[in-house]
């Protein structure tokens, strides 16, 4: 069985800065597309930023967080990270790991963690 847990999460200041982890079970991160979404209250889920497969390699940021969020792999410690830089209040919310069966980035999700709230709050 598929399953994530995220970690990270808490309050940061704005510009200040937060690395999310997310550490799978039952995946490795590197064979599919991976992603982070997030949700602020009364607002839908937003697809945050993706990494398609190792094997076709390529990235994907939403416009509110490009050159500010980093998404990246750490193959040999299976694990999925987002580094979040220049971190404004509208980046609040509950962040989430998720992936599928697909290499690439385009198309939904399947398989999500149980998410890790971002405050970002002076």
């Known amino acids: 069985q598929v399953q994530f847990v995220e970690s990270g999460g808490g309050l940061a200041q704005p510009g200040g800065s937060l690395t999310l982890a997310c550490a799978p079970s039952?995946?490795?991160?590197?064979?599919?597309?991976m992603g982070w979404f997030r949700q602020a209250p009364g607002k839908e889920r937003e697809e945050v930023s993706c990494i398609a497969s190792s094997s076709i390699g390529g990235t994907y940021y939403s416009n509110s967080v490009k050159d500010r969020f980093t998404i990246s792999r750490d193959n040999t410690k299976n694990m999925l990270y987002l580094q979040m830089n220049n971190l404004k209040p509208d980046d609040t919310g509950v962040y989430y790991c998720?992936?599928?069966?697909?290499?690439?980035?385009?198309?939904?999700?399947?398989?999500w963690g149980q998410g890790t709230q971002v405050t970002v709050s002076s």
């Open positions: 039952g995946f490795t991160v590197d064979r599919y597309a």
């Open positions: 998720a992936t599928k069966p697909s290499y690439y980035c385009s198309g939904e999700f399947d398989y």
